[in-house]
């Protein structure tokens, strides 16, 4: 800010040298390199990247190579059998299971915060400001902390340890987050867009579908990859509300794989690689949607 | 409210859409988050095994919840963790956030690999360094440094500090992204006249960017405060509490009061401290922040 006023001095100068200085940054010939920042950069990464080193050359250890080698090194004679050993174990299953409730809670849960979010941008009605402050208390709201009703709750609907059971608690609390970011998206939408539809005729209804529905599809696609990650990694509510087999994901498969194979370390960190691929591949093909979505969507 | 939308007419008259749109997420929300905090309120009132019939003790879970050296040392560790974990993350993350919002492709190559982490989940990154600590075949005996021979897990006086690193590594990177959008958003004109007045790189670093930066501090430390009180899963594949209740945060406290030792009253009576401390600890830091936040959001609508 002092700078700014500071600047404010020297009118003279002001029309020329901020020319010259963009000039001198076109050609890329910055003043001082950032030693400092970029040390701390690398060994951020270093700090970063070890323990998934370490996890993925594990994963190609023989059990009893694991115990005799460096941990740090790969090892000269790879092997696939502790993949084989996780595949074997049910991961197809708990892989399908995992898909089946990031997908159902995900989609009713943008679809909801979507249809929630117009009102809360376009409206000054009361209740769509309560509705405002409601999602907004939730987000301060460790949710978690309600997992004894929720047990409960679910229990008495009859779908204790079914897939279900997982994925209604698991929309609603992916609501206040996504009705946050999407209606910071909304409010960026110009006013005029939505005065020529209604113009032309169009209903609310319609100007969300053919208007706000298309603007917003970056924060959306942003929300439904946050959300996913979220519901796929999920571990509390998986282990209060499911116990069998059948019914087991992914992250609580990983835990009790861990309980089976405790001195099998190669394993373990194979079905960590295993159990991560897939968002490998999510992060592979939409990491620039992520990460611009969610920078933007946390800066209002 | 009637003033501005007089003010505004052609606002009010094009776009009024229906709060009924809002409905079924309302709907959602009061179900299955609002009707569970106030069951959880009921729920700390009363005698539970999980199976049998729920009755009313008249307080005693409370009194039991309260009066247990367990709760207190949770509280314990849960402060200190938050604690900890806010001071290693946040300035962490503000770093890293402003240094990856610079242009340069180097950078831009780091950014993509300091977003690993949020891709496992939390009991893949608790079994990962489970192993990588273990003080025989893990990190001490691979790099052959006695400073990295420790008994990382196993020692009550280094394990909150594990614990507030593996954090740390899993959460930082999220932060760091949100920090990142915030330094991109400062307009470059306020950097290019520091530059002309010979401010430096730190200069303007205090100057510009940290007080830009404000909204965002607000928002990630809340999401960073708040946040250390649902650190669960981590922890309870990392240690199960442990050693002794040295790492046994309110969280976890709380499902094994419930879940293991099937006194489901006193788990709710957690519960309701949980959701307590995380209101508190929002609204401190949002007012800390100077404004409420929340309140800034409505008028932006």
Redo the contacts between chains.
């Keep these: 800010?002092?700078?700014?006023i500071?600047?404010s001095r020297?009118p003279v100068?002001q029309p020329r040298?901020?020319v010259a200085?963009?000039a001198r940054r076109a050609r890329g010939a910055r003043p001082?390199p950032?030693l400092l920042?970029g040390l701390?950069?690398?060994l951020?990464?270093v700090?970063?990247?070890?323990?998934?080193y370490?996890?993925v050359i594990?994963s190609f250890k023989s059990q009893t190579g694991?115990?005799d080698s460096?941990?740090?090194?790969p090892t000269p004679e790879p092997t696939l059998e502790n993949y084989a050993t996780v595949l074997d174990n049910g991961f197809f299953r708990y892989l399908a299971n995992s898909a089946v409730v990031t997908a159902g809670a995900v989609v009713p849960a943008v679809l909801?915060?979507f249809?929630?979010a117009?009102?809360?941008?376009?409206?000054?009605?009361r209740?769509?400001?309560l509705?405002?402050?409601?999602?907004?208390?939730?987000?301060?709201?460790?949710?978690?902390?309600?997992?004894?009703?929720?047990?409960?709750?679910i229990g008495e609907l009859g779908l204790y340890d079914t897939l279900l059971g997982l994925v209604?608690?698991a929309?609603?609390?992916a609501?206040?987050v996504t009705?946050?970011i999407l209606?910071n998206f909304m409010?960026d939408i110009p006013?005029e867009l939505?005065?020529s539809m209604?113009v032309d005729g169009a209903t609310?209804w319609t100007?969300?579908w053919r208007l706000v529905l298309p603007m917003t599809r970056p924060a959306l696609t942003t929300v439904a990859i946050y959300n996913a990650?979220g519901v796929?990694?999920?571990?509390?509510f998986p282990?209060?509300l499911t116990q069998s087999d059948e019914q087991r994901v992914?992250?609580?498969s990983?835990?009790s794989f861990?309980g089976e194979y405790s001195v099998n370390?190669p394993a373990?960190?194979a079905s960590?690689v295993l159990?991560?691929l897939p968002?490998?591949v999510v992060?592979v093909i939409g990491?620039r949607q992520l990460?611009?979505g969610?920078?933007?969507g946390?800066?209002? | 409210?009637t003033a501005?939308?007089a003010a505004r007419p052609?606002?009010?008259?094009?776009?009024?859409?229906?709060?009924?749109?809002?409905a079924?997420?309302?709907a959602?929300?009061l179900?299955?988050?609002?009707?569970?905090?106030g069951?959880?309120v009921v729920?700390s009132f009363t005698s539970w095994d999980?199976l049998s019939a729920i009755a009313f003790d008249g307080g005693e879970s409370w009194r039991s919840v309260l009066t247990s050296e367990v709760t207190l040392a949770a509280l314990g560790v849960t402060g200190k963790i938050m604690l900890f974990s806010f001071l290693v993350q946040a300035p962490?993350s503000l770093?890293?956030g402003?240094?990856?919002a610079?242009r340069q492709r180097y950078?831009a190559v780091?950014?993509?690999?300091?977003?690993?982490?949020?891709?496992?989940?939390?009991?893949?990154v608790a079994?990962?360094?489970k192993?990588?600590l273990?003080p025989n075949?893990?990190?001490g005996?691979?790099?052959g440094l006695d400073v990295l021979r420790q008994d990382w897990l196993g020692n009550s006086d280094l394990v909150l500090f594990v614990v507030v690193f593996v954090i740390a590594?899993q959460f930082v990177?999220f932060h760091t992204?949100?920090y990142?959008?915030?330094v991109?958003?400062i307009p470059r004109?306020?950097y290019?006249?520091?530059?002309?007045?010979g401010?430096g790189?730190v200069r303007?670093f205090f100057?510009?960017t940290l007080?830009q930066l404000k909204?965002?501090i607000i928002?990630?430390s809340?999401l960073m405060v708040?946040g250390s009180?649902?650190y669960?899963?981590l922890v309870?594949?990392l240690t199960a509490g442990g050693p002794g209740y040295a790492t046994r945060l309110l969280?976890l406290h709380?499902?094994l009061t419930?879940?293991q030792a099937n006194e489901?009253g006193a788990?709710?009576a957690i519960?309701?401290l949980?959701?307590l401390?995380?209101?508190g600890?929002?609204?401190v830091v949002q007012r800390l922040g100077g404004r409420d936040r929340?309140a800034s959001?409505?008028e932006?609508?």
């Design positions: 800010m002092a700078a700014v500071d600047h020297a100068e040298v901020p200085g963009r001082r950032n920042g701390g950069g690398w951020w990464l700090v970063i990247v070890v323990p998934i370490y996890i594990g694991y115990f460096n941990p740090l090194l909801l915060a249809m929630a117009y009102p809360i941008v376009r409206s000054r009605s209740v769509a400001g509705a405002n402050s409601m999602f907004l208390m939730g987000l301060a709201l460790p949710l978690q902390a309600t997992i004894v009703p929720i047990y409960l709750i209604l608690p929309i609603a609390f609501l206040p009705v946050l209606s409010r006013r939505f005065e209604y609310n100007i969300l990650l796929w990694n999920g571990f509390l282990l209060i992914l992250p609580l990983l835990w861990q370390v373990i960190l960590v159990s991560t968002l490998v992060y990491r990460v611009s969610l920078t933007a946390f800066n209002r | 409210m501005a939308t052609s606002v009010a008259r094009v776009a009024a859409p229906s709060a009924w749109y809002a079924p997420a309302a959602f929300f179900v299955f988050a609002v009707l569970p905090v069951a959880l729920l999980g962490a770093l890293l402003t240094f990856t610079g950078r780091l950014a993509v690999l300091y977003f690993l982490p949020l891709l496992l989940s939390s009991a893949a079994l990962a360094f192993a990588l273990d075949f893990g990190i005996t691979a790099s590594w990177p992204l949100i990142q959008g915030g991109r958003q004109s306020l290019e006249a520091a530059e002309i007045d401010a790189r303007q100057a510009i007080p909204y965002t928002t990630s809340t708040v009180l649902t669960f899963d309870f594949v969280p709380m499902y419930g879940f489901m788990a709710s519960g309701v949980l959701v401390l995380g209101l600890l929002a609204l929340a959001e409505m932006g609508a």
